[in-house]
């Protein structure tokens, strides 16, 4: 039976006779930029791909069109999934390397395809659209969670690209979003504005109110919001106008909590305007992230096998939100990071948009396809190492 580090070996060469395919299908979705579940053709060369290679693909699952499921047939206990994002930002396009996640997936599945007959278990590709909170029904882990796609999977891995190497993502913030419309009544903005309901003010004191409640909740608290429809013309008093915002809190209590006070100014502004309210959430509520230190120290590990040295915390880092929250909830997973930019580089930005279709985002395709890969093969073959990252979550969880 080979040891895990001659299958590390093998995988790892695997993945380098395949780097000028698996670059050009980074360069692809890097370039097609399509935003959540609209990555129609994303979504199609990740599944053509991998058939190409052998693997059986299930296309649209939870009832997702751009969703998927690849693996190898009949699966054997334990299972690691490796998770693909392929989702674009609007305005900004893979502002957060998205498509170096999906590439380094697929890479990393083709590589454990090389040694899986020595392979003591199984592994399989999830294709989770609308990671990014950018369109309504975002969310694609969350759907996957919801219809079952995790059922059976015993340890969840991806990686994501940024400005430091590191093996965990560490804490996430918990994240609801929600539009908010008014409605008014529309009358001559010279002539009889007396006689009309001004339903753009109503957003806009939606906005000052929760600017003022910023002072008055946790410091880890997030409330950012567009106005996305304040009137036709200047001279029409706006009988429609609607906002969205998303809230995020490190935990889900008192992102509960906050989400009541957003709503309640959104409430009070609808009085004062005058102005009749409703609202609805628009994405999947997300968990979150609870890191699993097992897997986070095995991570590490194969990080520095491959070279890549650790950096710093970053004592300033701002944490954002993922649906993979919502997967550590549930099952163990990890969620490095591989460095493309610069210190300082911010994400959701052109800057990184350019890091992310440069030689740098190329190098961190190769190097997540192989890290995911040995992370599985260490994953399926020390039955110890998977069993202490189950412990840990059913402690974590007070299972």
């Avoid at 997967?327 to 493309?340: D, M, Q, T």
Wanted: glycine content about 10%; hydrophobic content about 45%; aromatic content about 6%.
């Amino acid at each position: 039976m080979p040891t895990a580090e001659e299958l590390k070996a093998r995988a790892a060469a695997h993945v380098e006779s395949l780097m000028p395919s698996l670059l050009e299908v980074s360069h692809q979705v890097w370039n097609w930029a399509e935003i959540g579940l609209q990555e129609v053709k994303s979504s199609a060369l990740l599944c053509e791909t991998l058939a190409q290679h052998g693997f059986q693909v299930e296309r649209g699952i939870a009832g997702l069109p751009t969703a998927f499921r690849a693996d190898r047939g009949a699966l054997r206990s334990p299972v690691v999934a490796i998770l693909a994002e392929y989702d674009a930002l609007p305005g900004v396009g893979h502002g957060c390397g998205h498509n170096i996640i999906c590439s380094a997936a697929v890479g990393a599945a083709l590589g454990l395809s090389a040694v899986e007959a020595d392979l003591p278990g199984s592994y399989l590709v999830l294709g989770t659209p609308a990671e990014e909170s950018a369109v309504e029904n975002a969310g694609g882990k969350v759907h996957l969670l919801d219809a079952g796609a995790f059922q059976g999977v015993d340890a969840a891995i991806m990686v994501h690209p940024g400005t430091r190497n590191s093996a965990a993502l560490g804490h996430s913030l918990a994240a609801r979003s929600f539009e908010f419309e008014f409605f008014g009544k529309a009358a001559h903005a010279a002539g009889s504005p007396h006689l009309g309901i001004n339903a753009l003010d109503g957003v806009i004191q939606t906005f000052n109110g929760i600017n003022a409640l910023r002072q008055h909740v946790r410091s880890d608290v997030r409330i950012h919001g567009i106005i996305t429809h304040g009137g036709a013309s200047p001279n029409i008093v706006p009988d429609y106008a609607a906002c969205r915002f998303r809230v995020r809190a490190s935990d889900a209590a008192y992102l509960e909590e906050a989400v009541g006070k957003v709503i309640g100014c959104a409430e009070g502004a609808a009085r004062a305007s005058g102005s009749r309210f409703q609202y609805r959430e628009v994405v999947q509520p997300y968990h979150d992230m609870v890191p699993n230190h097992t897997l986070d120290r095995l991570a590490a590990a194969n990080m520095m096998a491959l070279g890549l040295e650790q950096d710093p915390e970053d004592p300033n880092r701002s944490p954002g939100s993922t649906d993979m929250g919502n997967v550590s909830h549930v099952l163990p997973a990890c969620h490095p990071h591989l460095r493309i930019a610069d210190p300082g580089t911010p994400g959701h930005s052109v800057e990184m948009r350019t890091a992310a279709g440069s030689p740098s985002g190329d190098r961190a395709v190769v190097a997540g396809a192989k890290l995911l890969a040995w992370m599985a093969i260490d994953l399926l073959t020390d039955p110890d190492l998977l069993r202490e990252a189950q412990r840990e979550h059913a402690r974590t969880f007070g299972a």
